[in-house]
């Protein structure tokens, strides 16, 4: 069955701090791997894209990584600040049906 | 923005009762994606369509329903309301589905009491 699991769940920290999120898949054949940014009650706003062939990819202060070989994505977010509070989703793509499939999230919250 | 527009923002409706919900797809993008997305939970896809065609259905009841028009923007229809109905419902629009950068709209907030 294809899916997306991510790790924490939710996850608190202070502004200025460095922090990762985890997602692996089972989803197969892949496509490709996006994570998305979600604040509350809004709709999510894409961060990175990568295919298959990309172990990294950087947009500002998030890196996202990605080992096609293990199906295991990071997402880093360097020196945190207060509006990166937010859920943090892993998507993939299904090769077979072009459809994208969610993980859960993780909750972040940012404190000062 | 995301170019992406979504009406109403908010919806309260009752069990049984049917709602409409409306998506404008950014300029140019002819695939719109609708999903249900539950308090705490990831978005649930509903349904794809493409050149105002269904291209793909997720398990959804047969009592939610939709349709694209000339223009690429989009409906959602759902009919006999239940409780578990509510839920953020997003819709998203792509020029290529699975491949190209996919443009959520803010989301209606649909309450079933």
């Known amino acids: 069955k294809n899916q997306v699991e991510q790790s924490p769940q939710s996850l608190i920290i202070l502004e200025g701090k460095n922090c990762t999120l985890q997602?692996?898949?089972?989803?197969?054949?892949?496509?490709?791997l996006r994570w998305y940014k979600q604040d509350t009650g809004r709709g999510p706003v894409s961060l990175t894209i990568?295919?298959?062939?990309?172990n990294t990819k950087s947009n500002g202060r998030y890196t996202a990584t990605l080992d096609a070989d293990t199906k295991q994505s990071s997402l880093h977010i360097t020196a945190s600040q207060l509006s990166d509070s937010a859920s943090y989703i892993c998507?993939?793509?299904?090769?077979?049906?072009?459809?994208?499939?969610f993980g859960t999230g993780t909750r972040l919250q940012v404190f000062p | 923005e995301t170019g992406v527009t979504q009406s109403p923002t908010h919806l309260i409706k009752t069990r049984g009762q049917q709602v409409t919900l409306r998506c404008s797809s950014q300029?140019?993008?002819?695939?719109v994606s609708w999903y249900q997305q539950a308090l705490g939970q990831g978005p649930q896809f509903i349904f794809q369509?493409?050149?105002?065609?269904?291209?793909g259905r997720g398990n959804f009841p047969p009592r939610f329903s939709g349709l694209q028009f000339p223009n690429y923007s989009s409906e959602l229809n759902v009919n006999a309301l239940e409780l578990d109905d509510s839920a953020l419902y997003l819709c998203?629009?792509?020029?290529?589905?699975?491949?190209?950068?996919?443009?959520f709209g803010p989301g209606t907030r649909l309450t079933v009491t």
């Open positions: 369509y493409y050149r105002e065609e269904e291209n």
């Open positions: 990568m295919t298959f062939s990309e």
């Open positions: 998203a629009s792509t020029l290529r589905a699975g491949v190209d950068e996919q443009y």
């Open positions: 997602c692996n898949y089972t989803v197969s054949p892949f496509s490709n």
């Open positions: 300029s140019g993008h002819n695939t």
């Open positions: 998507v993939v793509t299904s090769g077979a049906t072009d459809k994208l499939i």
